[in-house]
């Protein structure tokens, strides 16, 4: 019976400790450091290339987060360009 009681106690601790970890570092409002410039990523694109932004996606290389857009004007002319969202820096704009 003691070690029932005891592996209980064990099991309420640990849920308890981990509830309060994610309640106190998960504020919905504020963005992982990986994804910090998504919105200056946007802007930084459609500044280099007025246009729409027909198609982005998130992609992972290595240890980075970046966001490609697609980005085509009203003449038709298409850009591709990229985007570190941990630094905000365009690193890679394909005419």
């Not at 309640?23 to 919905?28: A, F, G, L, Y």
């Not at 919105?39 to 970046?66: D, M, P, T, W, Y």
Request: proline share 2%; glycine share 4%.
């Amino acid at each position: 019976m003691k070690f029932q009681h005891y592996c209980l106690l064990c099991f309420v601790w640990f849920f308890t400790t981990q509830a309060q970890a994610i309640t106190q570092n998960d504020d919905p409002y504020i963005l992982l450091p990986t994804k910090a410039y998504i919105e200056s990523c946007q802007k930084k694109a459609l500044q280099l290339h007025q246009g729409n932004i027909e198609k982005q996606q998130v992609l992972h290389r290595n240890v980075h987060f970046i966001m490609q857009y697609e980005i085509q004007s009203a003449d038709g002319s298409e850009w591709v360009v990229q985007c570190d969202l941990e630094t905000g820096q365009l690193i890679e704009q394909n005419d």
